[in-house]
Structure formats: structure tokens, C-alpha cells
């Protein structure tokens, strides 16, 4: 495993040109999370990732593009930017599906607490150069997955992918060779 996300993503040309487009369109923090951060730690080689999420407090409501990119309005109802095969979703804070249903306040720390797995728990703070995120980082040294937050893993599971919870949770951990540990709240499985 490669810690140094900075040598990695600074190598990675499909992350320069986000981050830019991402730099561009939004204001105050952003935060690289989603696969992009823990593949990066787990493969060291991150060339075939085809899709990134920055979360970011405030997206400018007039987007400008760069190179081709193109807004597509993603599964969530938000913007996402698109070329080709390759996809940049930028996650804003006080928009993100859980931090509003929930009505909890718009940070960082919302955001990890919300996401559906702990892997997904983690986040790279590209002002610090740091990772942050002890579920996301704990997941990736113990090689385990498991719920981080039930109610949004049910309504993603419900609403976008058609599994139960306890698939999810085993899909993740299969794709990565991890130990899992199943909902033990009477999820159905499948």
C-alpha cells in the first residue's frame, strides 16, 4: 500500500485535468474521495479509474468547461462533468442526498459519516496534503468493509443499485479480497 496519495494523483494526468476543472468551478475546500482516494492507496497505479468525486462546499452555478468536457446531470440530480469514457462528479456539501436528509450541517465530516461503507469513509484534503477519515483509513489497514451508515446504504441499495445492503457490503469486499461483516439488523439477503 502506497500512503503518499500526493507522488501518486500528481503522476495521474485524467486527476490533473479534474482537479483543474474542479479548481475552476467551485469555491473554498475541496476534497478528493470516493474510489479515486483508496484505490490510489491499495493499486499505487490508479490509470484505469475512469470516474473521480471531489466534495467541495460551493459549486459556481455558471459552470465553464475546459477540453471537451461536457455537464450531464448524474443518477443523484446533480452535475457531473463528462469526455469520452471518463466521468468527474463534484459533490457539494450542502447538496449531498444524506447531509440534507438528515439536516446536518454541510462539512466534511457529514459527508464521511453519511457515506454507505467505511471504506468510503475517507477523504484526501488536497489543501493539507493529508488523509482524513478514521473509518475509510481503518478500513484499508484492517481490510475489512462493513456498514458506516445503515440508513444511506439501504436508500442507495433501494434506489440506484437493486441489491440488498449485506451484497453490497460483499461485492465491495470480493472486489478488493477484504474480510466483511454483514448487517446483523435482519437485512434480507438475497
Not at 474521495?33 to 493499486?43: A, E, N, Q, R
Not at 443518477?75 to 462533468?81: I, R, Y
Not at 457539494?92 to 464521511?112: A, D, F, G, M
Not at 451508515?149 to 465491495?172: L, P, Q, T
Request: hydrophobic share 35%.
Amino acid at each position: 500500500m502506497n500512503w503518499n496519495l500526493k507522488e501518486i494523483l500528481n503522476k495521474n494526468e485524467f486527476y490533473n485535468e479534474a482537479l483543474s476543472l474542479i479548481r475552476q468551478n467551485s469555491k473554498n475546500k475541496i476534497y478528493l474521495v470516493g474510489s479515486f482516494v483508496y484505490k490510489s492507496i491499495l493499486y499505487g497505479n490508479i490509470d484505469s479509474q475512469k470516474e473521480i468525486d471531489f466534495v467541495v462546499n460551493v459549486l459556481n452555478e455558471d459552470i465553464s468547461l475546459i477540453n471537451e468536457w461536457k455537464i450531464k446531470i448524474n443518477k443523484f440530480g446533480h452535475p457531473s462533468f463528462i469526455k469520452q469514457d471518463y466521468q468527474i462528479d463534484p459533490i457539494q456539501l450542502t447538496k449531498h442526498i444524506n447531509i440534507v436528509r438528515k439536516n446536518l450541517s454541510p462539512t466534511i465530516e457529514s459527508y464521511l459519516v453519511s457515506v454507505p461503507l467505511n471504506i468510503q469513509s475517507i477523504a484526501y484534503d488536497l489543501d493539507e496534503n493529508k488523509l482524513i477519515g478514521n473509518e475509510g483509513i481503518k478500513a484499508i489497514q484492517n481490510k475489512i468493509i462493513k456498514l458506516n451508515n445503515k440508513d444511506h446504504a439501504r436508500y442507495s441499495c433501494e434506489h440506484f443499485y437493486g441489491y440488498s445492503v449485506n451484497d453490497m457490503i460483499m461485492r465491495v469486499a470480493n472486489s478488493f479480497g477484504f474480510d466483511y461483516e454483514l448487517n446483523k439488523q435482519g437485512e434480507k439477503h438475497e
